[in-house]
């Protein structure tokens, strides 16, 4: 009897255990991938990088 109370417990808990780990992992991941767009945007869309302008000489000599 208090060998199936126990491992009653034991699995509820087991079961919260992970849903609360798996909860935590998602929301690091989330913000890790938040703080990554935000640091790839920064990189590639900096206001003062000089932007490559079209050449004018075609060519032809």
């Not at 909860?23 to 920064?42: T, V, Y």
């Amino acid at each position: 009897m208090v060998d199936e109370i126990y491992d009653r417990m034991f699995q509820e808990n087991r079961a919260q255990m992970s849903r609360d780990f798996g909860q935590l992992f998602s929301g690091i991941g989330r913000e890790i991938g938040k703080s990554l767009k935000a640091m790839h945007q920064f990189e590639w869309n900096a206001p003062w990088a000089i932007k490559a302008k079209a050449s004018k000489d075609v060519g032809c000599a």
